[in-house]
């Protein structure tokens, strides 16, 4: 652990804003009643119910089960029956004894949701338990809301709920989701920095973020995929190969953005070192495939082939990697050197000349995840990159994005290549598509064709407030200028 890493961090933690919000109660509940209280938005906090007693007094302790949901759907979801692969410890479901009423039951786990659902389990027959009020104390380190943007009803919508996304999930640090996993993801920081420089502007819990991914890497250098600060910072015990490199584009982007050249000196030689560290992948200028199931994202698609892309990824940071030392007025040849080496290499050994498009492994798969990043990573110019977009949005057999996060690096390819009208149009049925379900936050994933789908085993464990689905109001603010 870098001590002095730490110490940055630390000093750059926010203070958390905190609001309360109360709904009125006065509903009395038998046995195997329930009660539903819709707080009307997402919130992230503490909630806290009073309870009292009608009929003869008291003579057993009531028993009762409360369930904290994001969506309606979640409401009549049957979590018992969960058996997926990740815990079932993520489901918000609480049980409760009450042994003295009235009284006022503050739950000391912070939730995220927008609806609270109590069921009374068990009472006596002498007597009914009252919910007489219902509040909780949300908390965020956003600061105040800023106006919402967009040209029309459905884009101010989409803008609503991207800022609401993020500022749910700005907390001590930059989380991924505020129900699951509650931590910092390399991945996601990086989206929600983007956002962030175009709206709330608090840069200095990028800046936070940035020194806790430092503090944590291990003597060797790698970052990992996550960092845990609960009840001490620590990193997670595994490492993805395009989020570790992730970490130099987050860093040139906090750059680009506030000039400080402190945190840039002091995390340059980490950042380089992420290139070092993936080189290892590689045989000659082409990157290894590998079966491990984990070892690189890109999306959450187990069907995914990610040797290409992330031969892609691995091209982009180091070309920003370069970009950053030229402005810092530093050598970057070796690194410009390395990147023409491995584009030429990578257009050999991937490029289908026939289809136009990039392929990756030895079934020669197609995929959206693939393609995008060839073309975040200019390995052609933008002309080129706007054709290959076209011939992939037309193969049908292509592999498509299923989350927001790799939607959002699809739009930005998009824009790079000059196409705001189509990036728009992504935006607007994508996003758009789960406002008109009802998304108070925009979700972990989404697939339109099955709006249930869950990599996880059951849709219980889903996270519906999830940071790198944020980034419509980047491309509002920063491409579209409809502020």
């Not at 698609?301 to 030229?326: H, M, R, W």
């Not at 991937?350 to 393609?371: C, H, M, P, W």
Request: aromatic share 12%; charged share 30%.
């Amino acid at each position: 652990m870098n001590l002095d890493f730490l110490k940055k961090a630390e000093a750059a933690k926010p203070k958390l804003t905190v609001k309360t919000h109360t709904v009125k109660g006065g509903q009395v509940l038998a046995e195997r009643e329930t009660v539903v209280y819709d707080f009307g938005t997402h919130l992230v906090g503490y909630p806290k119910i009073w309870f009292s007693s009608v009929g003869a007094h008291y003579d057993a302790p009531a028993l009762i089960k409360v369930r904290f949901c994001e969506t309606a759907q979640e409401l009549e979801e049957d979590t018992s029956s969960y058996n997926g692969w990740i815990s079932k410890g993520w489901i918000q479901d609480e049980i409760i004894h009450l042994d003295v009423l009235p009284c006022a039951y503050a739950f000391k786990r912070r939730f995220a949701f927008r609806y609270i659902k109590a069921e009374v389990m068990a009472t006596s027959p002498k007597y009914r338990l009252r919910i007489d009020k219902v509040s909780v104390k949300s908390v965020t380190s956003a600061p105040e809301r800023i106006p919402v943007c967009g040209s029309s009803k459905r884009e101010k919508a989409i803008d609503k709920v991207a800022l609401k996304t993020l500022s749910e999930c700005m907390q001590y640090e930059f989380e991924d989701g505020p129900k699951r996993d509650m931590r910092l993801w390399l991945g996601d920081l990086r989206l929600q920095a983007l956002t962030n420089y175009q709206t709330y502007r608090h840069n200095d819990l990028v800046k936070r973020c940035l020194y806790l991914f430092a503090a944590t890497a291990d003597g060797e250098g790698n970052i990992s995929q996550c960092v845990f600060t609960k009840p001490d910072v620590a990193p997670d015990d595994q490492s993805l190969f395009d989020y570790s490199l992730l970490f130099i584009p987050t860093l040139y982007d906090y750059f680009k953005e506030t000039g400080d050249r402190q945190t840039i000196n002091d995390l340059l030689p980490l950042a380089e070192k992420q290139i070092e560290i993936a080189k290892k992948r590689f045989d000659g200028d082409l990157i290894k495939d590998c079966d491990k199931l984990g070892w690189c994202f890109l999306d959450w698609s187990l069907d995914l082939n990610k040797q290409a892309g992330a031969q892609a990824v691995y091209i982009y940071a180091e070309k920003t990697l370069a970009k950053l030392l030229k402005e810092l007025h530093r050598d970057a040849s070796p690194y410009e050197k390395d990147v023409a080496s491995k584009s030429a290499k990578a257009i050999e050994g991937f490029y289908d000349k026939e289809r136009g498009l990039f392929v990756s492994g030895k079934q020669r798969q197609i995929s959206y995840a693939t393609n995008v990043w060839f073309v975040l990573a200019e390995v052609f110019k933008a002309k080129e990159n706007a054709l290959l977009l076209d011939r992939l949005q037309a193969c049908k057999e292509a592999i498509k994005p299923i989350t927001p996060y790799m939607m959002h690096h699809y739009v930005q390819a998009l824009a790079d290549s000059g196409n705001i009208g189509e990036a728009r149009k992504v935006i607007g049925e994508y996003w758009g598509g789960m406002t008109e379900r009802g998304a108070d936050t925009f979700w972990e994933l989404f697939d339109p064709e099955d709006p249930d789908q869950s990599p996880y085993g059951g849709k219980a464990v889903n996270s519906y407030c999830h940071a790198w689905s944020c980034t419509p109001a980047y491309f509002f603010r920063k491409y579209f200028a409809e502020v």
